[in-house]
């Protein structure tokens, strides 16, 4: 019985870590939504508002899959860990340089290589445990279409 409290803690942390990340560079990019709002965007951007609703489930699935990989591990394994945090850590530096300093080509070239991160983090998830490798999946495909949108909006409002 205590191990599974231990258990159910540990996927209540393993999701808030990525949950209060987001909350905070929410905070730090207050105005963002507005920002978006005024920016040229090709056709197939979506508006403002999706995007607090996709991060918190792309949070959560991150998070659940973190936990389902470290309990399929026989090892705790330092480098996908560390992947892990790594990713998350651009994550949310990616939000700070879209729109704080509004670098729109960096972002890009930040959108490009998280996914590239996130795709050998599936491989290596997926490879320990289907499951939590596949609940990366719409996270992956998120960034490859955040990477398309974010050069179009660089070619659109700095080219």
């Known amino acids: 019985m205590n191990n599974e409290k231990n258990r159910i803690g540990e996927l209540i942390i393993d999701i808030l870590i990525p949950l209060a990340g987001g909350l905070i560079i929410g905070f730090l990019i207050t105005n963002s939504g507005q920002q978006y709002g005024q920016l040229i965007k090709p056709s197939f951007a979506p508006p403002s508002w999706i995007f ?41 530096v990616w939000s700070f340089i879209f729109f704080r300093l509004r670098l729109y080509g960096i972002s890009f070239l930040l959108a490009v290589f ?26 992956l495909l998120w960034l490859i279409y955040a990477s398309v949108l974010s050069y179009f909006i660089w070619m659109l409002n700095e080219m």
Request: proline fraction near 3%.
């Open 114 to 139: 998280l996914a590239i991160l996130v795709g050998i983090l599936f491989y290596k998830f997926f490879k320990t445990d289907k499951v939590s490798g596949l609940l990366l999946v719409p996270y």
């Open 52 to 92: 607090r609703v996709v991060w918190p489930i792309l949070y959560i699935l991150m998070g659940i899959s973190y936990n389902i990989y470290k309990h399929k591990t026989k090892s705790d394994n330092l480098k996908v860990n560390l992947l892990y945090y790594f990713q998350l850590i651009i994550n949310f």
